[in-house]
């Protein structure tokens, strides 16, 4: 009887969750294909169907589509899934610094900033409004045509032009929570800055930041499989999906998989963070 | 009026002045010789004191930052390490191809978004709305190499429709400026919706709807005129990111403007072009926005009257 009880609350709980997904679509599918690149990335090895993303078979390059090479084989028989499926590694790789990075400077800057106001205040986001009249991309190739290309040279480009937008963002949370009455009781009892920034004001102001770092995580993936694609960003043979389609493009209009693939992942992995973002947005907004 | 327009002329040649100070910063600031990195490691000892000379790299910061600067305001932005030839006589031949390019992608993502976005809203939850909202949401996920790729393989070799690369004459553009259109496109028709639905909201809305104004009438001139604000500046905003979108698509398309100008330069190291490309584009979006601005302000009869709050 116990046991049947629990049953049915616990299929209960399971369609109120189907119900809930159902009603927001882009949470659901975004979170799904999101989930699918986190999945793909951890099994990589258990998944693909070649041992290695790097093994080359060079008597038989530009196969077509069998058991055996779902996507085919590159230019130099290498297998393409195998090599989508580990480029999962490098977009989440990406994202996940750059967010990290950009996402921590920026809202550090941003919180003190508000929470400073006065001449700190302008003078940062002055400098913010000079960092973003750069165009993304372009500041970034101006930062690798300085430093070099490469991998980390191209992450640490896509962090600093990330930052204004989390600097405002967070700026702008602090200056409204900065009047609040929470706050000011606190700032009475001698709280001080880094207390008032960390402990009163950041955990109220994540929600929106979090929100962000959803959004954009698209677009690093994005930026930097452009760099790659460009030849600036990680270098061949590493199957990253930029460089795979760098590659790829010498044999458009002689052989389409190495180019097809690679970027129907890049649009399914940017498509699902862009969706996910949108509807957690979506659901803060009607709270 | 002429205040508020003043005002906003104000603000250019600070943002502008910061941007030269950072991208002139960038290269003195790196550890080692400018001169040798630019050089190249294969140059010789005369090449980079040449270099060195040119750049005025003995002076001081400052010294070396004013000669910098008088030189870019009298029109010489050093010479191109790699071609030889004067920085603004590659700007200038280069800028027409990005700017044809540009404007007709921006022509087809106003074109499409704008009525796109007025249709979604005026049936929210429809599928009219369903159908724009996903193929919005494609355009600004989608990599505009890719887009570029599959449609030099579908149009221009399977198809033969158009041509397959460079430039010369009008159909050589139409697959490019496509590329370059999706982002911009998927962004100002999620703007225009969401700003339209805002507007429909209003009392003034069903007014307009109870006088018997025909749907043409409500929607085009009374909401979308209200509407205009955000997207305006959406559109502003992105030029930023179709001048980044322009760097890869003519690349893709071997289409001879300033961002294929740029991604040479990177991988030559030709730092005079790359500063000098990179201060354009800087120039140009914050141009850019500052037309937006000035075209919301003469919209709003409260503003261009001088009774409006400023802003």
Known sequence: MAARAALSTGLGRLTDWARWLARHPSVTIGGALVAALLLTSLLAPLIAPAASPLAQDLYHPFAGVSWRHPFGTDALGRDIATRVIYGARYSLLEAGACIALAASIGTLLGLAAGVAGGLADQVLMWLMDVLFAFPGLVLALLVVSLLGPGLVNVLLAISLFSIPVYARLARNQAVALRKADYVEAAVAMGAGLPRIMFRHILPNAAGPILVQCTVSAGSVILMAASLSFLGLGVQPPAPEWGAMMSDGRNYVGAYLLPSLFPGLAITLAVLGFSLLGEGLRGLGDRR | ?311
């Not at chain 2, 009392?203 to 604000?229: E, M, Q, S």
């Open chain 2, 1 to 311: 009026m002429t205040a508020y327009v003043l005002r906003k002329l104000l603000t250019l040649p600070a943002v502008v002045l910061a941007v030269s100070v950072l991208i002139f910063l960038a290269v003195r600031l790196l550890p080692g010789d400018p001169a040798r990195m630019m050089a190249g490691p294969e140059a010789s000892s005369a090449e980079v004191a040449r270099i060195h000379a040119q750049l005025g790299l003995g002076q001081p910061l400052p010294a070396q930052y004013l000669a910098f600067l008088a030189h870019a305001a009298s029109g010489d932005l050093g010479t191109s390490i790699e071609s030889h030839r004067p920085v603004t006589e590659e700007l200038a031949d280069h800028a027409p191809y990005t700017l044809a390019l540009g404007l007709a992608a921006y022509l087809l993502a106003v074109g499409v978004g704008v009525p796109g976005g007025v249709l979604a809203a005026v049936k929210p939850g429809g599928a009219w709305d369903r159908l724009f909202s996903g193929f919005t949401i494609l355009c600004v996920s989608l990599a505009n190499f890719w887009v570029g790729l599959m449609a030099m393989e579908l149009f221009a070799v399977r198809l033969q429709w158009l041509p397959l690369m460079g430039a010369g004459s009008a159909s050589h553009l139409v697959l490019p400026a496509i590329t370059l259109a999706l982002a911009p496109m998927g962004l100002i028709g999620r703007m225009t919706r969401a700003s339209m639905i805002d507007v429909l909201a209003q009392d003034y809305i069903r007014t307009a709807r109870a006088k018997g104004l025909g749907p043409f009438a409500v929607n085009f001139r009374h909401a979308l005129r209200n509407a205009l604000a955000p997207i305006i500046t959406i559109v502003g905003l992105n030029l930023g990111s179709v001048v980044g979108g322009a760097v890869v698509t003519e690349s893709v398309f071997s289409w001879p403007g300033l961002g294929r100008l740029l991604v040479d330069a990177v991988g030559n190291r030709d730092y005079p072009v790359v500063q000098g490309v990179a201060l354009a584009a800087v120039v140009a979006v914050t141009l850019a926005n500052l037309a937006a601005e000035l075209v919301i302000a003469f919209l709003d009869p409260r503003l261009r009257q001088g009774l409006g709050d400023g802003r």
